[in-house]
Each structure stands twice: as structure tokens, then as C-alpha cells.
Nanobody, 123 residues
Framework: QLQASGGGLVQAGGSLRLSCATS????????MSWFRQTPGKEREFVAA????????YTAEAVKGRFAISRDNAKNTVYLQMNSLKPEDTAVYYC??????????????????WGHGTLVTVSS
């Protein structure tokens, strides 16, 4: 089970940190990712972390501003979002892919999803 939190309203240029807590199992070899979605659009890949070696992958649209990380002790994955822009406004979802390999950027490859958390960036 995945539980996302940390969304809210922030001014442009501000920061937020999203959290995705996992429960029930400890995922070691898999991939955790963040996606975001705006009305009428498909979920867009934001960032991923391979739980086997902590390697990270970030979408070009957020590179240099967003960072994904994890805390093993807390079974939690984070998305640190800095220099937020109004176009970052979306519902953010965390997702788990149980396959082993290079993280997928397609929402269709993820088996488990948390409930979304809304991020609103005002101009």
C-alpha cells in the first residue's frame, strides 16, 4: 500500500516535499516513481528511483528543480520540489513497479499507485 502526502498551495519559486510511505512489505529490488496529472491529460512521469542501488531518473521538465530520494528506515520515498512554477500544478502520484530493470516512464508499467496529492503553484 502506498500513501502519498505533502501537497499544498505554494507561491511560484517556493518549495514542497512530497512523501510516499509504503506499508505491508519492504521493497528492495524494485522501482518507485512519481507521476503527475492535470485535468484532461495522461499521467506524466516526473522522477524514479531504483531501490536496488538508489539510482535516480528525472524528467527533463523538472531536472535541476526536483529530486527523488528515499529513507529506508521509514520505507518512504520523497520528492523534493524546488523553484516551483505554475505549470507544476497537478495531482502528484507515487507508484511502484515490481519489475527489475530500468525504470519505466510509462504509467502503464506500474502495478501499485498511491492516492494523489494536489500541488498548486500560484503565480
Amino acid at each position: 500500500q502506498l500513501q502519498a502526502s505533502g501537497g499544498g498551495l505554494v507561491q511560484a519559486g517556493g518549495s514542497l516535499r512530497l512523501s510516499c510511505a509504503t506499508s505491508g512489505r519492504t521493497f528492495i529490488l524494485h522501482v518507485m516513481s512519481w507521476f503527475r496529472q492535470t485535468p484532461g491529460k495522461e499521467r506524466e512521469f516526473v522522477a524514479a528511483i531504483k531501490l536496488s542501488d538508489d539510482s535516480t531518473y528525472t524528467a527533463e521538465a523538472v531536472k535541476g528543480r526536483f529530486a527523488i530520494s528515499r529513507d529506508n528506515a521509514k520505507n518512504t520515498v520523497y520528492l523534493q520540489m524546488n523553484s516551483l512554477k505554475p505549470e507544476d500544478t497537478a495531482v502528484y502520484y507515487c507508484a511502484l513497479d515490481l519489475r527489475i530493470g530500468v525504470p519505466s516512464r510509462s504509467q502503464n508499467d506500474y502495478q501499485y499507485w498511491g492516492h494523489g496529492t494536489l500541488v498548486t503553484v500560484s503565480s
